[in-house]
């Protein structure tokens, strides 16, 4: 089991754990701890090895992120925290190592593949404020393209939400 992967995973429940105490409403922490039940079996699956497994739970886990908005800055550090994790399974234990499709576009500046994940592209002159990565990603959380949150690829930063003037 890699260690990175574990410890990223501890991560996000410690920041879930910390942010459902400082919830100030029952809803918000039967959300949190949904979600820290939720990161309880995936670490039960890495531990036992079942890779499959622990990789519809991150999925199912995803689309739940999306649907039970975990609001004010806790919520967005809870976001990055399981970004950081999902990121950090992908690239040493998930299926995104080789890219399914990739492409450029000539004098665009900017690179699009497509992974298990959703779409990854790369802009030139724009970064992300907090790590200065220029790959950003479309998150649907299950949803539609339409609806998607622009993210930093490298540290899971909340770039864009959908539906919000840029």
Known sequence: MNADVMDDLAQYINVLSTNM???KHTQDRSFYVGH???AALIFK???QSNFEQARQQIATEKRN???SFLPGEEGSAAEAAFARFTKSFDDKIGESGPEVYERSREGKGRTSRVTPRGWTYTIQNTSCP???SNEFECRTYGGSWDD???HCAKCGRLIHRAWEAM
Do not use: P
Request: aromatic share 6%.
């Open 21 to 23: 105490e400082k919830a």
């Open 36 to 38: 820290l039940a939720a």
């Open 45 to 47: 699956s890495l531990q």
């Open 65 to 67: 992120l999306g649907w």
């Open 130 to 132: 907090e790590c200065g």
């Open 148 to 150: 998607a949150d622009i």
